[in-house]
């Protein structure tokens, strides 16, 4: 049994799941090639969890690459159409390099992509899809919400000149308030903003804990605006998944493809982000569209570490048999024992397949 499996693991499990989620909020699956030309990856590599890329020439002599992600290939075959609204999911194979293992790896991947005319209720759909898709996964889950359009404002404010702001944009996804405040300092960016940044790196918790707070802070026109956004799309997510909703200014994805409500996805056990989205209208810009987008990824690799498959029964039914026993009387049974159940049919001495019940070719022997 150690090279193949009878059954799904928890990542196909989870993955046939999810799919059943996202069909049923109108999402059609979306299916691609194994392979995309390099440049497409190449000119966008900060968008990608890993810039490194596997790739081979073509017999054309062209520069192609396994591709090592989804998005960007769903926006490159597909169309604005009149900004047209469209809803896909995938389910996918991408080649990278595992955050478990750090080698190259074919990993399943899902997730979804909304993207056209968008509106509040488009992007707050696909944020309660990405709370629910946690919840499937796992009992024991959060899902970190931040809008960068407050974030990119207030680090624009510094000024073009301003020499710290990589390093204090470092310094908020590390939740370092001491950093910000002796940036802030070093570099003259004045004390409403210290008071500014320090609250955004400070401030985690549900939403009805962190918004009060932040409202005392941020008193401009568009910080208001900003938080008016991503407050009212937390009352808007499906009550039974507000719960699992943090507000977290560390989420900063790259503000060159990035903008509005950001988020990512964490489970009990894993100590990383298994889920990573939010929208994306600067790169659909990049990439020459003109309509909205949000979407996000599910990353199954990182579920490795939950298969419980060990654990779990192979079979429903071991049936056993002895050399000289009726085959067609075997056959017979077994599939009428299949109809409602998983069997196993297996020789007397197979004991290494684990099952709820063990019957010796008609009769319960365990």
Same mark, same amino acid.
């Given at each position: 049994m150690d090279g193949e499996r009878l059954f799904l693991t928890f990542s196909e499990r989870t993955m046939l799941t999810l799919r059943s989620l996202y069909m049923s909020r109108g999402y059609r699956q979306y299916r691609m090639g194994k392979f995309e030309p390099y440049?497409?990856?190449? %000119?966008?590599?900060?968008?990608? *969890?890993?810039?490194? *890329?596997?790739?081979?020439?073509?017999? %054309?002599?062209?520069?192609?690459?396994?591709?090592?992600? *989804?998005?960007?290939s769903i926006i490159k075959n597909s169309k604005d159409e009149d900004l047209k609204l469209e809803k896909v999911f995938y389910n996918e194979n991408v080649y990278r390099i595992s955050k478990g293992t750090r080698t190259f790896k074919e990993?399943?991947?899902?997730? #979804?992509?909304?993207?056209?005319?968008l509106d509040r209720f488009q992007r707050t759909e !696909?944020?309660? /899809?990405?709370?629910?898709?946690?919840?499937?996964?796992s009992g024991n889950s959060v899902l970190d919400l931040s809008n960068l359009d407050l974030v990119s404002n207030l680090i624009a404010k510094l000024g073009p000149g301003f020499e710290g702001k990589d390093r204090i944009i470092k310094a908020l996804t590390e939740k370092n308030p001491h950093d910000i405040k002796s940036l802030c300092r070093a570099y003259g960016a004045g004390e409403d903003m210290e008071r500014k940044l320090v609250t955004l790196a400070t401030s985690y918790g549900r939403p009805e804990e962190v918004f009060p707070r932040l409202r005392k802070c941020f008193d401009a026109e568009d910080e208001k605006?900003?938080?008016?956004?991503?407050e009212a799309t937390t009352l808007a997510v499906d009550e039974d #998944?507000?719960?699992?909703?943090?507000?977290?200014?560390?989420?900063?994805?790259?503000? %060159?493809?990035?903008?509005g409500i950001v988020f990512k996805g964490f489970i009990e056990g894993i100590p990383e982000s298994v889920l990573s989205g939010g929208c994306y209208d600067k790169l659909m810009e990049k990439l020459g569209r003109k309509a909205n987008a949000i979407g996000f990824a599910l990353y199954l690799d990182l579920l490795e570490t939950l298969?419980?498959?060990?654990?779990?029964?192979?079979?429903?039914?071991? #049936? /056993?048999?002895?050399?000289g026993d009726d085959e067609a009387g075997l056959e017979k049974m077994a599939n009428e024992l299949s &109809? &409602?159940?998983? !069997?196993?049919?297996?020789? *007397?001495? %197979?004991?290494?397949?684990?099952?709820?019940?063990?019957?010796?070719?008609?009769?319960?022997v365990e």
């Open positions: 440049d497409l990856y190449a %000119n966008n590599k900060d968008f990608l *969890v890993s810039d490194s *890329v596997i790739t081979f020439t073509d017999t %054309n002599g062209k520069l192609m690459a396994l591709k090592p992600d *989804v998005t960007l990993i399943m991947q899902t997730g #979804l992509e909304c993207f056209g005319r !696909v944020i309660s /899809l990405a709370a629910r898709s946690l919840c499937l996964v605006e900003a938080l008016d956004e991503l #998944l507000r719960d699992s909703l943090r507000i977290d200014f560390s989420v900063i994805p790259d503000m %060159n493809y990035y903008d298969d419980e498959t060990d654990d779990v029964d192979e079979a429903d039914i071991l #049936l /056993l048999y002895e050399e &109809k &409602k159940n998983r !069997v196993f049919v297996s020789p *007397v001495w %197979n004991d290494k397949v684990k099952a709820g019940r063990r019957i010796r070719f008609g009769k319960e």
